[in-house]
């Protein structure tokens, strides 16, 4: 037996955090009980979500899937918005089994690489700070930052959550507006936008090149789709898998 949230996160129910969410309200039930946090159950076990008993077996029995989604700015990462903003789930192509799990989110004026998996047990590794999968984007600040101020972005700030940092900083163009790529290991909300506010650039336009190992593909275009075949599902578990 396992806890509840990691067995419903690889029937690919969701991400961790999203059951936790779930048991916390009230929403899960074992055994006709409704479950607590700290709970274990297995497969067999008649597990659930809003009073519908959930088929675990057949879950597990599915392969995991990947999908590759270049989010444009505009579009936000809920499945519902109170405001009516475009959402990524309007556009996505339905998985085969399962459902989609945004690995990690990117705020509505952010664009670029979005990863999305069946398996929620991935999708939680990928994105808990401990794994340490370093994202890189491509920022776009006004002005030209001197190197004192790469080097603060690089000793590290501290922001109203904590403190925060890039792990690496390279030039990509520098004038009236200057690009760097810029990488660091955690997914702390607007945490890139907010470190370079920190010290007194506003970020004109912010993408997301890179999730762990894989990239955004030259060839992809704003609201497009790609299918994750096998062999770069194997290299995102690779990367969260011990050493």
């Given amino acids: 037996m396992i806890r509840l949230q990691k067995l419903l996160a690889e029937a690919g129910l969701g991400s961790r955090r999203?059951?936790?969410?779930?048991i916390r309200a009230g929403r899960v039930s074992v055994g006709g009980r409704t479950a607590q946090l700290g709970d274990r159950a297995s497969r067999t076990d008649e597990v659930c979500l809003d009073g519908r008993q959930?088929?675990?077996l057949q879950h597990a029995a599915a392969a995991p899937e990947?999908?590759?989604?270049?989010?444009?700015?505009?579009?936000?990462?809920?499945?519902?918005d109170?405001?009516?903003?475009?959402?990524?789930?309007?556009?996505?192509?339905?998985?085969?089994?399962?459902?989609?799990?945004?690995?990690?989110?990117?705020?509505?004026?952010?664009a670029g690489?979005?990863?999305?998996?069946?398996?929620?047990?991935?999708a939680h590794h990928l994105m808990h700070p401990s794994g340490e999968v370093e994202r890189e984007?491509?920022?776009?600040?006004?002005?030209?930052?001197g190197p004192e101020v790469i080097r603060a972005l690089l000793e590290g700030l501290v922001l109203e959550d904590g403190p925060a940092r890039f792990d690496r900083i390279s030039v990509a163009s520098q004038g009236a507006h200057s690009s760097f790529?810029?990488?660091?290991?955690?997914?702390?909300?607007?945490?890139?936008?907010r470190l370079w506010e920190a010290v007194g650039f506003e970020v004109s336009r912010l993408l997301r090149v890179r999730y762990g190992p894989?990239?955004?593909?030259?060839?992809?275009?704003?609201?497009?789709?790609?299918?994750?075949?096998?062999?770069?599902?194997?290299?995102?578990?690779?990367?969260v898998r011990p050493a």
């Fill in 137 to 145: 984007y491509l920022v776009r600040v006004r002005g030209r930052p």
């Fill in 113 to 122: 690489l979005l990863l999305l998996t069946t398996d929620g047990d991935l």
């Fill in 18 to 22: 999203t059951i936790e969410e779930w």
């Fill in 66 to 80: 990947l999908l590759l989604y270049y989010k444009p700015v505009g579009e936000v990462t809920t499945r519902s």
């Fill in 54 to 56: 959930l088929d675990l």
């Fill in 181 to 193: 790529r810029v990488v660091l290991r955690e997914g702390r909300k607007r945490e890139v936008r």
């Fill in 214 to 239: 894989i990239e955004l593909p030259r060839d992809m275009r704003p609201g497009s789709a790609r299918w994750g075949d096998a062999a770069t599902l194997e290299r995102l578990q690779a990367a």
């Fill in 82 to 110: 109170p405001g009516g903003r475009p959402t990524i789930f309007e556009r996505l192509p339905p998985p085969r089994h399962g459902r989609w799990i945004s690995v990690g989110r990117l705020d509505v004026n952010t």
